[in-house]
T-cell receptor, first 109, second 112 residues
């Protein structure tokens, strides 16, 4: 059975304090790993898709990387507006999409 | 309207009521999805439609009944729900079943 585990569950950062979120996965063949951002009371907002180990994607202060067993979402010099829950999802060879429980990031000014 | 819209945004219903959730996507996508999101739990996929045909039903109780009249609209009909069905119900769409999904804002459902 496909499994996606995100850590930590919650992360509190000071503005400007860079950090990383982890998404580890066990899947029968990876067809894609997706990162989303979700604000309270809203639907998830698509950020990145990664397909193969070694791939990296960047958007503003966010950078996503992928290895054969995990993905990291690096937040560089975060601002309060980066506060959100970040979700990771993986698609396996049978095209099933499995989500992790998310990491809630709080950035204090 | 742009993206994926959902109505209503909030719904409170009794266990004997019948109600429907509506989703509309303005992205020209061919696949649509219903998810349930409960606190501290991963998103649970409920139903998948590809080109209006249901391709996945993840053992969802029959008190939830989906309907997809065309590629742009998706409904979730609700009847005789239980309090444990209270959650955020999210609709999503994608170009096909393999690409990234785009989500609506969700309907916050409370069952009394």
């Amino acid at each position: 059975e496909d499994q996606v585990t995100q850590s930590p569950e919650a992360l509190r950062l000071q503005e400007g304090e860079s950090s990383s979120l982890n998404c580890s996965y066990t899947v029968s063949g990876l067809r894609g790993l997706f990162w989303y951002r979700q604000d309270p009371g809203k639907g998830p907002e698509f950020l990145f898709t990664l397909y193969s180990a070694g791939e990296e994607k960047e958007k503003e202060r966010l950078k996503a990387t992928l290895t054969k067993k995990e993905s990291f979402l690096h937040i560089t010099a975060p601002k309060p507006e980066d506060s959100a829950t970040y979700l990771c999802a993986v698609r396996s060879n049978d095209y099933k999409l499995s989500f992790g429980a998310g990491t809630t990031v709080t950035v204090r000014a | 309207e742009t993206g994926v819209t959902q109505t209503p945004r909030h719904l409170v219903m009794g266990m004997t009521n019948k109600k429907s959730l509506k989703c509309e996507q303005h992205l020209g996508h061919n696949a649509m999805y219903w998810y349930k999101q409960s606190a501290k739990k991963p998103l649970e996929l409920m139903f998948v439609y590809n080109f209006k045909e249901q391709t996945e039903n993840n053992s969802v109780p029959s008190r939830f009944s989906p309907e997809c009249p065309n590629s742009s609209h998706l409904f979730l009909h609700l009847h005789t729900l239980q309090p444990e069905d209270s959650a955020l119900y999210l609709c999503a769409s994608s170009f096909d079943g393999n690409n990234e999904q785009f989500f609506g804002p969700g309907t916050r459902l409370t069952v009394l």
